[in-house]
């Protein structure tokens, strides 16, 4: 059974940084797209950014390229996102996730078939 763990979330000025870590268990994950998605209050869940199993390919929203990097560590089987100049509208619960299946991408949550429990992200103005 896949389990995953996000932890790094907490509280931080506007223009401050955060590293969000996925700790993933119960498969080898190295096939696999992983991504993040994060979730405002009344708001539907949106993508972040996915990198592939090598990570040599990457994604991002628009509204985080340029300021968020994602990473892997396939050796700890550990997805990583640096955020970087965080804005109040960053404010959310992000999760992560493993793509239903192996090789392939895509950026809707209905990709996914595996997600973390989420880590509360809070920039305040």
């Known amino acids: 059974q896949v389990q995953l763990v996000e932890s790094g979330g907490g509280l931080v000025q506007a223009g401050g940084s955060l590293r969000l870590s996925c700790a993933a268990s119960?498969?080898?994950?190295?096939?696999?797209?992983m991504g993040w998605f994060r979730q405002a209050p009344g708001k539907e869940r949106e993508f972040v950014a996915v990198?592939?199993?090598?990570?040599?390919?990457?994604y991002y929203a628009d509204f985080v390229k340029g300021r968020f990097t994602i990473s892997r560590d396939n050796a700890k089987n550990t997805m990583y996102l640096q955020m970087n100049s965080l804005k109040p509208e960053d404010t959310a619960v992000y999760y992560c996730a493993v793509h239903r299946y192996p090789y392939r991408t895509g950026t809707r949550p209905a990709d996914f078939g595996s997600w973390g429990q989420g880590t509360q992200v809070t920039v305040s103005s």
């Open positions: 119960g498969r080898t994950f190295s096939s696999y797209f």
């Open positions: 990198l592939s199993g090598s990570g040599g390919r990457t």
